[in-house]
């Protein structure tokens, strides 16, 4: 049974945002773990632990960078430091591997080490992790609830990462003539949006043609581009 505390931020999601919906409740989330990350995360010895093990994509560095407590950034990279420093060992593994080989090239060196420290982050982590039960509780609501299932129905579009992760999520999770409708419903959704965006990219593209310079520009083919890359994510 997927936690209820999900199902109100969801509905509250499907009900109020105009665009995909798991992107809002994904931007939420991502604004209240860079506040928990400066702020009381700081506190926990587990959670400190586990930060300066996978340390900060670039994106999450740039927006922890950006933000007012300064003091808690440098508390959090100088132990993170700390951990990528040990990982610096001094003798590298095997050397070329071939004819010239000691058979010592398979074990880990800094290249290992630190290649994984570059790959993880622990804000984007830990938002993937809350993101994947915020999927399951969705297709939970699919399954259990009438009204939910309206809702999700007429929204306008999902983005691709969401529209993606919600249907693999009911793949594995639901009844096959429960995924069967909720696979019918989404791709009818996303066939109507991402035609109705393609007539409009098609428009706005012919009105580059000097044959058509006096048709007005319709307000959809105005601000097709930008449209696009909300859901094109
Ligand atoms: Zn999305
Ligand atoms: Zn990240």
Not at 30 to 36: N, V
Not at 106 to 121: N, W
Not at 198 to 220: A, G, W
Request: with cysteine; glycine share 6%.
């Amino acid at each position: 049974m997927p936690e209820k505390i999900f199902t109100i931020p969801i509905n509250e999601a499907f009900e109020k945002e105009s665009g995909c919906p798991f992107c809002a409740l994904r931007e939420r989330l991502e604004e209240q773990t860079l506040s928990y990350t400066l702020g009381a995360a700081m506190m926990e010895p587990d959670v400190r632990a586990s930060m300066n093990a996978a340390g900060f994509c670039r994106g999450h560095l740039a927006a922890l960078h950006s933000m007012k407590n300064k003091l808690s950034l440098g508390l959090i990279l100088e132990s993170h430091l700390d951990e990528l420093i040990a990982a610096l060992s001094p003798e590298p593994s095997g050397g070329k591997k071939g004819v010239f080989s000691r058979g010592r090239g398979d074990e880990p060196d800094a290249a290992d080490s630190i290649g994984k420290f570059s790959e993880s982050c622990y804000i984007c982590r830990r938002i993937g992790d809350t993101e994947k039960r915020y999927l399951s509780n969705a297709v939970w609501l699919w399954s259990s609830d009438a009204a939910f299932r309206e809702k999700l129905k007429s929204r306008s579009f999902f983005c691709l990462t969401h529209f993606s992760a919600l249907l693999k999520t009911g793949k594995a999770e639901l009844k096959a003539a429960e995924y069967a409708g909720l696979y019918s419903a989404m791709t009818a959704l996303e066939r109507k949006y991402l035609s109705s965006l393609r007539s409009s990219v098609t428009q706005f593209n012919t009105s580059f043609d000097h044959r058509s310079s006096d048709k007005p520009l319709s307000p959809e083919a105005r601000s097709a581009l930008d449209d696009i890359r909300a859901a094109l994510r």
